[in-house]
């Protein structure tokens, strides 16, 4: 089983940035693949960004990309979302996952492909 806390949410003006942190209880950690998602009030879970369990890999969803960049240390158990030019409409609660992939580098865009969630970390950014 593997545990998620995300960090590093925030208020931040358009334009700026910040990076978000998620940690990872587990000796399994370079098993799973991971993934980014956010939700908006009143709006579905949407997929922000994932990584294969190497970390070679990586996919965007086409809002983000460009301004996103998803990383991950196996070392020391941790994925991050550097976040850059945001804008007003990445407003949400953002949430880091985990799955265990069948094969290979597959990174998965569905939500209800990922089996362990964190808690999820609040966005704001201003205009």
């Known amino acids: 089983q593997v545990q998620l806390v995300e960090s590093g949410g925030g208020l931040v003006q358009a334009g700026g940035s910040l990076r978000l942190s998620c940690a990872a209880s587990g000796r399994t950690f370079c098993s799973y693949a991971m993934g980014w998602f956010r939700q908006a009030p009143g709006k579905e879970r949407e997929f922000v960004a994932a990584i294969s369990r190497s970390g070679v890999f990586t996919r965007y969803a086409d809002s983000v990309k460009g301004r996103f960049t998803i990383s991950r240390d196996n070392a020391k158990n941790t994925v991050d979302l550097q976040m850059n030019s945001l804008k007003p409409e990445d407003t949400a609660v953002y949430y880091c996952?985990?799955?265990?992939?069948?094969?290979?580098?597959?990174?998965?865009?569905?939500?209800?492909?990922?089996?362990?969630w964190g808690q999820g970390t609040q966005v704001t950014v201003s205009s």
């Open positions: 996952a985990a799955d265990l992939p069948i094969a290979g580098a597959t990174m998965e865009i569905y939500a209800w492909k990922y089996d362990y």
